[in-house]
C-alpha cells in the first residue's frame, strides 16, 4: 500500500469523524441502503439460505439467543445469560422475559426448542445443521430457560449461536410443508415489501424489546450492483448509505475532504479464491495445484484489483486475533511452478478452463495472466451464477473463482471446507484427506483455546501444502453515508446488526 494510501486509511480506519456539530437523536424518517448485489436477498427462510446482502437484510428482522458486539465478542442477547456442566455437554440459558414476536406473541423457550429443532430437521435444508449437530435434544426447563444438551463437548457451540444465521422465530410462520411463509422474529423490523432483484421495504416493530430503538420508522433495501450508479445515488440522495465503495475510487476519495459525504474503511472480511477440483485430473494431482499457488504473485493482485486497499494473506484471521497460525504468505516462484508442472507431466504446459461468475471477470483475467506466464494455457469461461454453483457441487469443473466470508471460529471454516460432509466442501474442490478431517473433529472437542488452536495449526499444515484452494486476497471494507446520517457504524464483520451498532441505532438529522 502506498504511503499516501496508508495515511488515509489510518485517518479513517474508525468511525468517521463528522463536519457537523452533535445534536440530539431524533426519531423517524427511512433510510435506504443501496447495496452492491443483484439479489437484496437469497430468500426469507433465516434457518436457509446464506449471503452478506441477505445477512444485512433478515438480521433486522430475527434475532439469536447471543450476538457480537464491536470487538466480535459473544454477548447476551435474547438469552440474557447461560451455565455450562462440568463435563461441559450442557448449556442452560436464561430467556429475557416479555420478548414479543412481531406478531405481538412472547417468545418463550418453546420457540428456541423450534427453532433449533428446526434447523436441525434435514428435511429443512440447512447449512447451519453441520454446526448444530453436536446436539442431541433441546429440553423446555420452564418458559424462560432451555437447555441444549451435546452429545459430546463441542467449542465452538456458543460462536454457532450467535448472530444472524440461527434465529428464534415463531412457528406460525411454517407452513405445514415446513417451508417458511412469514418471517416472525423479534428483530426492530418487519417486513413491508420485497421486489425481487430490485428493492427491499421494512417498518419499525413498535414492540422491539430493546427500549428506545429503533430510531427510524423504516428501511428500504435497494439493488445498486453497478458501481458508477451507486455512487450517483449516494451523491443525489437517492440512497443514505452504500455497503461498497468502488476500490478504484478509494485513492481519490480518502484524499478529498470536501467529498461530501462520511467514509470509512477498514480490512475486509470477504477473501477471494481459487478453487481446483481434486476430484480429477488435472488437479487431483498436488504438484499442479502447488504449481498454481507459486505461479500467483497475490501483492500484485492487491494492486491491480483493490488498489492498493485489500490485503494478501494466507488465512482468514489477522494478526490481532488468538487464532491467527503460524505461516507466510507464499512468493510467486514462476521457475519452480515451471518445475512442477514439468514434473507432473505437463512440461509442454497445460491448458484449463477458468470459470468465473460475471462479478469475478476481473480476478479470472489476472490469475490467467500469472498461470500462462508459468506454462499454463488458460482459457477463461464466465458463467452465470446460479449454473456455475451447480457444477462447482457436482464437482464438474476444472479451476473456479469464488470468494467467502471471515468466520467467527475456525471450525466453521475448517469443518465446513475441508469435511466430506461439510456444506461448502465443493469450494475446496471435493478436498478428502483422513488425517486433516481426523485433526478437525478431534479440535471440535477440545475446550481449551490453548490446545485447540495447536490441533487446527497442524491442520492448517497439512491443507497449505496440498494446496486444493488458493486464497487470493482480501476485499476493503469501504462503505459511505450521507452526512445527515447519525450512529452508523459496522463491526469488523461488517454486519448491520450487532449488539452495540447496527441499524436500529441510526438516526437521521433531517
Known sequence: MKLA????YLAISGIALSTHAQTQPKDGGTIKIGLPAREITNGLDPHVIQGEST???????????????????IVPWLAQSWSMSKDRKTYTFVLHKGVKFQNSRE?????????????????????????????????????????IR????????????????????????????????????????????????DSLSLKKFAGYWRRGEPRVDGVTFVSLPDDATRMTALRTGAVDVITSVPPQLLPSLTSNNARGFELLVRPGTIWHMAVMNTTKPPFNDVRVRQAVNLALDRKAMVQMLTFGFGKADNQ????????RLKGEVPNADLKKARALLAEAGYKQGLPIIIESKPEGRNDAQVVQSQLNAAGFQVTIKISDGVALNKRMKAYNFQLAISSSD????????????????????YLAGGYDNPS?????AQARLESDPVKRKAIYQQAFDMIERDVPSVLLYFDPRALAWRNDVKGFNINPNG????????????????
Open 436 to 440: 486433516v478431517a481426523e485433526l478437525l
Open 55 to 73: 445477512a444485512w437484510v433478515l438480521g433486522q428482522m430475527a434475532e439469536g439467543l447471543l450476538n457480537f458486539d464491536k470487538n466480535m465478542d
Open 406 to 425: 471471515w468466520y467467527v471460529d475456525p471450525d466453521f471454516r475448517f469443518s465446513r471446507f475441508y469435511t466430506k460432509s461439510g456444506p461448502a466442501h
Open 5 to 8: 494510501h496508508i495515511l488515509a
Open 316 to 323: 482468514t484471521y489477522d494478526e490481532n486475533s488468538f487464532w
Open 495 to 510: 454486519d448491520l446488526s450487532y449488539a452495540d451498532g447496527g441499524l436500529a441505532k441510526v438516526w437521521l438529522d433531517r
Open 150 to 197: 451435546l452429545k459430546a463437548p463441542y467449542a465452538p457451540l456458543l460462536s454457532t449461536l450467535a448472530g444472524v444465521w440461527v434465529p428464534i422465530i415463531a412457528k406460525e410462520g411454517i407452513k405445514p410443508d415446513g417451508s417458511i411463509s412469514q418471517l416472525i422474529g423479534t428483530g426492530p423490523f418487519t417486513l413491508v415489501k420485497w421486489v425481487k432483484n
Open 107 to 147: 417468545m418463550t423457550a418453546e420457540d428456541v426448542k423450534f427453532s433449533l429443532e428446526r434447523i436441525l430437521d434435514p428435511k429443512t435444508g440447512s447449512r447451519r445443521r453441520q454446526n448444530l449437530s453436536m446436539i442431541e435434544r433441546v429440553d423446555v426447563i420452564d418458559p424462560y430457560t432451555v437447555a
